[in-house]
């Protein structure tokens, strides 16, 4: 069982930054796909940045050029760099880690983007 702690959210004006982390327990962390997902109210849940095993990243065309997915594989975490947030990035953010068969989620962590 992989468990998948957030952190790092919170309130923030438009235009401003934040850096959400991600860690996750176990001792196969590298072997894991790791994503982070959001959810707003009223909508479903969207992929916002995917960084795989291997390194690759893939983001939501939303988020491209704003946000950046990373990995440090010794500390077991990932991190999602949110830089010039805008109001509709407002939502529920989770961790994924995926591997196989095997899908892993955090609680979430609330992020507001609000003036």
């Known amino acids: 069982q992989v468990l998948l702690v957030e952190s790092g959210g919170g309130s923030v004006q438009p235009g401003g930054s934040l850096r959400l982390s991600c860690a996750a327990s176990?001792?196969?962390?590298?072997?894991?796909?790791m994503g982070w997902y959001r959810q707003a109210p009223g909508k479903q849940r969207e992929l916002v940045a995917l960084?795989?095993?291997?390194?690759?990243?893939n983001y939501a065309d939303s988020v491209k050029g704003r946000f950046t997915i990373s990995r440090d594989n010794a500390k077991n975490t990932v991190y999602l760099q949110m830089n010039s947030l805008k109001s509709e990035d407002t939502a529920i953010y989770f961790c994924t880690a995926v591997r196989r068969w095997e899908e892993h989620w955090g609680q979430g962590t609330q992020v507001t983007v609000s003036s």
């Open positions: 960084i795989r095993s291997g390194g690759n990243t």
């Open positions: 176990g001792s196969m962390f590298s072997l894991y796909d």
